[in-house]
């Protein structure tokens, strides 16, 4: 299995015989705009997965936004059908979506997937439509004129798109999480998206190791340093809903991940901060890279279009 880097360009004119991952946005908590996080990006989380000619999007961070206008370039005047999956609905994985384009296109399609968290649990739509609401958004969500499909799932549901399959495990987040598995049949690829959510201190969760079992592409929330997460020399993050890179390579290694890719970055975490994270982390688990807006990955069979791109030029390419 071979993993390359593409840009967002490049990736989205290619082939269809394996799976291209696009991040548009790499940012936990708040968008951080800026000269300070321009080379890892600043976007909240957005997660674009082409996949047997089926487009699946992974939150409504505020990439989604430039996401919106790449699809709608691609496309030409073609129709738009994506799948948006939520991992939940904080509001830095939802607040990019009033800003999505071809959610305002007449003949579009955009089917929406959510895990509803118990019979009690918030709805995607009521969500979303909340935040589009006077006096904070002038725009109601009755003005996206695509076909919105809303699709909420009980736990532990299977989810195919085309070929694609798509299963996803609870994770412990505050108001719930799920980390979602992706499969390709045809080219045998896959890749899990683990975004926003805290480890236990004493063990994994067998479910998460299960899911991310032999992956080729393990994105994980890698928000706080240990040494953040434990408080050593200020306030501790245990119980604020997020992990380490130190977690997520013991997770790579205990299933089998070919590479771990961390996310969700702390908005404190400035570029020069996290080239040495990034440093660290591949002391700890070898293939390791970091997400940065405007990195476009390829999985599956090994191909020799691959050209190496933009993103943190510390980074190369891994493979194994
Ligand atoms: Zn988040
Ligand atoms: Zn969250």
């Known amino acids: 299995m071979k993993l390359l880097i593409f840009s967002h360009r490049t990736a989205l ?12 946005g790499v ?29 699946l999007i992974f939150d409504a961070g505020t990439g989604i936004r430039a996401l919106g206008s790449d699809l709608a370039r691609a496309t030409g005047a073609g129709r738009v059908h994506a799948n948006l999956f939520f991992s939940h609905l904080h509001w830095d994985h939802i607040q990019g979506f009033p800003f999505f384009g071809p959610a305002y296109v007449p003949g579009n399609r955009i089917d929406i997937w959510h895990v509803r968290p118990g019979a009690e649990g918030p709805m995607v739509r009521d969500v979303l439509s909340e935040q589009m609401q006077p006096p904070t958004f002038p725009v109601g969500l009755d003005m996206m004129r695509a076909e919105l499909c809303f699709h909420e ?17 609870a994770v412990d987040h505050p108001n719930g999480c799920v980390a979602w598995r992706v499969e390709d049949p045809h080219s045998g690829a896959s ?24 992956v080729d592409l393990l994105i994980y929330d890698a928000m706080y340093t240990p040494e953040e997460y434990a408080g050593t020399g200020g306030p501790g993050r245990k119980g604020w809903g997020h ?9 790579a290694e205990l299933a089998d991940a070919k590479t771990l890719c961390l996310f969700h970055h702390d908005p404190s975490h400035d570029d ?3 080239d040495a994270l990034a440093a660290r982390a591949r002391r700890r688990f070898r293939n390791t890279i970091v997400a940065a807006e405007g990195m476009a990955l390829e999985l599956g069979r090994s191909q020799d279009r691959g050209l190496v791109l933009p993103a943190p030029a510390a980074q190369t390419s891994a493979s194994s």
């Open 191 to 214: 890749m899990v998206y683990a975004t926003d959510l805290e480890h236990q201190a004493d063990a994994l969760p067998p479910e998460l190791i299960e899911l991310a079992r032999g």
């Open 272 to 274: 020069g901060f996290m």
């Open 13 to 24: 004119a290619i082939s269809q015989v394996a799976m291209h991952v696009n991040f548009y």
């Open 27 to 55: 940012r936990g908590s708040i968008a951080t705009a800026g000269e300070s996080t321009r080379r890892y990006g600043g976007n909240t989380p957005c997660v674009a997965v082409e996949v047997g000619g089926e487009q």
């Open 153 to 169: 799932l009980g736990l532990g549901e299977v989810v195919r798109v085309g070929d694609a399959r798509l299963r996803h495990a």
């Open 243 to 251: 992990s380490t890179f130190e977690v997520g390579a013991a997770l």
